[in-house]
């Protein structure tokens, strides 16, 4: 089962972050098998973190819940909330196969809070463009609740405009970067 697990930070959690940088990165080894796509998101200024983005391959929600809540960012209080949902791969591959690197291009977390009937359940047509993307769902994936994909983009509208806009409570859209270790 694939789950999208977004922690966003607490204000002035940055210190923290750094502290705690290498605990991270050691906790999310212990998935690198599982792991489809992980990285930070960045405020305007493109420096500072805003939160962290992982799409990772678990047994069961209760694997997923495990795997967001005992994060040593999350036990620390460096963030203030997290967004767990099912997700389903629509492009089948992880973010390092993306055809497009690991480096190159503005890259943003686009993420669709549902409303109403299912959108975008098939990819959009440029989907080279793509570095991950699939529906958000509930626990057991009976539910539509939105949209993730992370996407190279010239600039945050058109990396918006991989969702059908108007079918959408809310669309956010972070910059986003490849994570983990280089």
């Keep these: 089962m694939e789950f999208f697990c977004y922690h966003r930070d607490r204000p002035g959690s940055l210190k923290l972050r750094h502290e705690l940088l290498e605990d991270h990165w ?3 080894d212990g998935y690198a098998t599982q792991l489809i796509a992980r990285g930070p998101t960045f405020a305007a200024d ?3 973190p805003t939160g962290s983005v992982h ?6 929600p209760a694997a997923a819940r495990a795997f967001a809540f005992d ?3 999350y036990q620390a209080g460096a963030y203030r909330d997290v967004l767990l949902r099912r997700w389903r791969n629509l492009l089948g591959r992880s973010m390092w196969d993306f055809p497009g690197g ?8 686009v993420l669709g809070l549902g409303s109403g009937e299912p959108a975008d359940l098939v990819l959009p047509p440029d989907r080279d463009e793509l570095i991950a993307y699939g529906p958000l769902l509930s626990d057991d994936d009976t539910t539509w609740l939105g949209t993730a994909a992370l996407v190279r983009a010239t600039d945050p509208d058109t ?5 059908t806009v108007d079918r959408y409570a809310d669309i956010e859209v972070h910059d986003w970067e490849f994570g983990g270790r280089r």
């Design 46 to 48: 493109g420096e500072t």
């Design 102 to 109: 690991r480096e190159g291009g503005n890259r943003y977390l």
């Design 159 to 163: 990396a918006r405009a991989v969702l």
């Design 26 to 28: 050691s906790y999310m």
């Design 71 to 73: 994060e040593p960012n």
């Design 55 to 60: 799409i990772v391959d678990l047994p069961d």
